[in-house]
């Protein structure tokens, strides 16, 4: 008999999401230690070729078969995934973790607020602008403006990420999709990557380290998610994601030794509170039958 949480929810499925959050910001963390060797765009390309080559392994996609409308898909798949992690880690090299985590997290959460389709969602809205507001310390003078960009950048295309993801997962089977599109992200990213990092890329700890954050950042967090996602329902897993911001926070603060105001504590708080209730509220929605 599987252990439950309060409401009849799997225990080691949360455990599972909890532990991929975990690592998916400690891969983070060692990201940002590696940027002043590799700079922003260089973890990225590593990152996503290490990211490509597990999935390509382990999916070992058929090439054949495919309309053009599916190899659109993941061309514009993989664009998104570069650009993404491309504008998440400019904004790291310039915010606190958990505060580039909070403002990243505004584009699902904007996608769950229309989802809802109801008023009383936009209340999720005005409580997630306070949070980001908050977020400032009373003053977005404390906040690099250009990593604020970049931030919010990141928080869009991860809006369409969601978007991209759901229709290469109709066009192709299993893992197939994301591993194409990877692969499509890390040729993207590859010139931007060895312009910045040079000859750090000849360093073999280096590259080592980049395969970790690869593992970390995406291979672990998405095997994770998938197990988790067959034992929890969709609406359990959105609102443990939405935990991202303050698992990120921590993590800033035990392996970068990022402290937090208490103002913006709250705000990433009130970011957090506002995510799971937009998902509730699409959940209700989307459960409910069309007039």
Known sequence: ????????IP???????????????????????????????????????????????????????????????????????AIMNGLFYLALERLPLGVTVTIEVLGPLVLSIVAARR????????????????????GWD????????????????????ILASARVGREFPKLDGLALAMAVGAIVALPFGIAD??????????????????????????????????RLPAAAFAILMSLAPATAALAGFLFLGQHLSWLEMIGIALVIVASIGAVRSSARA????LA
């Open 1 to 8: 008999m599987s252990t439950r949480a309060a409401g009849g």
């Open 11 to 81: 225990t080691p499925a949360v455990l599972l999401v909890v532990a991929g959050l975990a690592c998916q910001e400690i891969g983070a963390a060692i990201a940002v230690l590696l940027f002043p060797s590799t700079g922003p765009l260089g973890m990225v390309m590593l990152r996503l070729v290490f990211s490509a080559l597990v999935l390509l392994a382990i999916a070992r996609p058929d090439l054949r078969g495919h309309s053009r409308s599916a190899w659109t898909a993941v061309v514009l798949f993989g664009l998104v995934l």
């Open 142 to 161: 404390r906040l690099d403006p250009l990593g604020v960009l970049f931030a919010l950048g990141a928080a869009a295309s991860w809006a369409f990420y």
């Open 286 to 289: 989307a459960a409910e039958p």
């Open 119 to 138: 008023a009383s969602a936009w209340l999720w809205a005005v409580l997630a602008f306070a949070g980001v507001v908050a977020l400032g310390g009373g």
């Open 197 to 230: 990092a040079g000859a750090a890329l000849l360093r073999w700890e280096i590259v080592a380290l980049g395969a970790a954050v690869a593992i970390l950042s995406s291979t672990v967090p998405y095997a994770f998610e998938l197990i988790a996602l067959r």
